[in-house]
Nanobody, 124 residues
Framework: QVQLVESGGGLVQAGGSLRLSCAAS????????MGWFRQAAGKERDFVAA????????PYADSVKGRFTISRDGAKNTVYLQMNSLKPEDTAVYYC?????????????????WGPGTQVTVSS
């Protein structure tokens, strides 16, 4: 089993940047496909980005394409989400998740392990 902890959230003005980190313990993250999801207040949890074990497959939600970049560092056992050109509508709790099998999908229900989340607030 792997334990995930997100960090790097905070308050930022529109147009600014943040880098979220997802650190793992218990097992090597390279065993898993990884995903980032977000949930705004009163809304469902939405897919943001994912990355395959090899790093070669990185699907993104249309709403973040060209602004967000997902990456992984095997040596640090960490996955990152670089968020640029942030908008107020990006405000949400951001979660990282790990998936054992298959491919890095956009479906939250297919991920096996989740972190507790980190709040991102973008002011206008």
């Amino acid at each position: 089993q792997v334990q995930l902890v997100e960090s790097g959230g905070g308050l930022v003005q529109a147009g600014g940047s943040l880098r979220l980190s997802c650190a793992a313990s218990g097992r090597m993250l390279m065993r898993y496909h990884m995903g980032w999801f977000r949930q705004a207040a009163g809304k469902e949890r939405d897919f943001v980005a994912a990355i395959s074990r090899s790093g070669g497959d990185t699907p993104y939600a249309d709403s973040v394409k060209g602004r967000f970049t997902i990456s992984r560092d095997g040596a640090k056992n960490t996955v990152y989400l670089q968020m640029n050109s942030l908008k107020p509508e990006d405000t949400a709790v951001y979660y990282c998740a790990a998936k054992n099998f298959g491919i890095p999908t956009m479906r939250a229900g297919e991920y096996d392990y989740w972190g507790p989340g980190t709040q991102v607030t973008v002011s206008s």
